[in-house]
């Protein structure tokens, strides 16, 4: 199953129809439990359990149940703030043993805001209120795996949120069932700098060392196959950050430009190192200028649990 989304907005609703929560930043993660038996999977369906072994382990509070799927975001938290570079790079892990390592040093939390079945029946279509209260019946109170609180009041929320410097408000219509795979009007997030995911196409290396990754080509898919070109980021990519990026570029290296209309060329910068369309990155940014492109944007990290072909959804509910 994939997770239901949110979409966008300007604004934080009101009305007592709504409940807000804090948007972390982290990733969405599914909870499959079954007695001793838990199973994580990516917002892509990928399983990421061996990513993340302190979240199934007796410790954490999950195993015993005799059937649940839970909705939540995996964070890492660092001053009590969740560092979205510290999570990258524990996403994409494969190997037990380094996971253990890397969960030893900064474990991961999860933070559970929905359930989705329990007890071998599905909730989907309980209205939020209802599933909230199974939820919290539940009692998920572990260093590993919490259940966050919701508040009636957006706005002051959002206030909080952004002195706090955490990423914004997810807001979710009360009497609203759970649509996976959907992202719903029924549920909205504010953000307050921008973040979205976008796919590389290509990238430049420093001026004065051709093997150092200088900024990366940004682009977003569409349905149709095209690709919008969203212009370039290098902030961020600093030291061994971009050497690890560079070295899986290296392994998606293409002769051929993956857009229609190739983007403008960098003065004595030399030709666009190009690559095919395979890896997302996340990237906080001011807004989108009237040409397109990212204003001020800057590298937040690899997103191993997307796909490019996730990027050009578009379904929505009204």
């Given amino acids: 199953m994939r997770p239901m989304l949110a979409t966008p907005a300007d604004t934080v609703p009101e009305g007592d129809d709504w409940l807000h929560e804090v948007k972390w930043d982290g990733m969405r993660i599914l909870a499959h439990v079954s007695g001793p038996t838990v199973r994580l999977t990516s917002r892509t369906e990928r399983d990421v359990t061996v990513a993340f072994p302190e979240l199934v382990t007796p410790d954490a509070g999950l195993q015993g149940y005799d059937d649940l799927l839970l909705d939540g975001e995996v964070v890492i938290l660092v001053d009590g703030v969740p560092s979205f570079a510290a999570l990258a790079e524990r996403f994409n892990v494969s190997d037990a043993s380094m996971a253990a390592r890397l969960a030893a040093s900064a474990p991961a939390t999860f933070l559970v805001f929905d359930v989705l079945q329990a007890m071998h029946k599905p909730t989907l279509v309980m209205p939020l209120r209802q599933r909230r209260q199974l939820l919290e019946g539940l009692e998920l109170a572990t260093r590993f795996v919490q259940v966050p609180p919701t508040f009636t009041d957006g706005a002051q929320l959002a206030e909080a949120t952004a002195a706090k410097h955490l990423e ?4 979710k219509r009360i009497g609203s069932p759970y649509r ?10 504010i953000v307050h700098r921008r973040t979205d995911s976008f796919v590389i196409c290509g990238w430049l290396p420093e001026r004065d060392n051709d093997r150092v990754l200088g900024s990366v ?3 977003t898919p569409t349905p149709a196959g095209p690709l919008i070109y969203r212009g370039r980021v290098g902030s961020g990519l600093a030291g061994a950050r971009g050497a690890t990026v560079l070295s899986m570029l290296d392994e998606i290296c293409s002769a051929d430009s993956p857009f229609e209309d190739d983007p403008p060329s960098e003065p004595g910068r030399g030709p666009i190192r190009w690559v095919r369309p395979e890896l997302v990155a996340d990237v906080e940014f001011l807004g989108i200028s009237d040409g397109g492109q990212l204003r001020q944007p800057s590298w937040r990290g690899i997103r191993h649990d997307l796909r490019p072909a996730d990027l050009a959804e578009t379904d929505a509910d009204a």
């Fill in 168 to 171: 914004g408000v997810v807001s």
């Fill in 180 to 189: 996976p795979g959907r992202r719903s009007a029924d549920w909205r997030k």
């Fill in 217 to 219: 080509y940004l682009a």
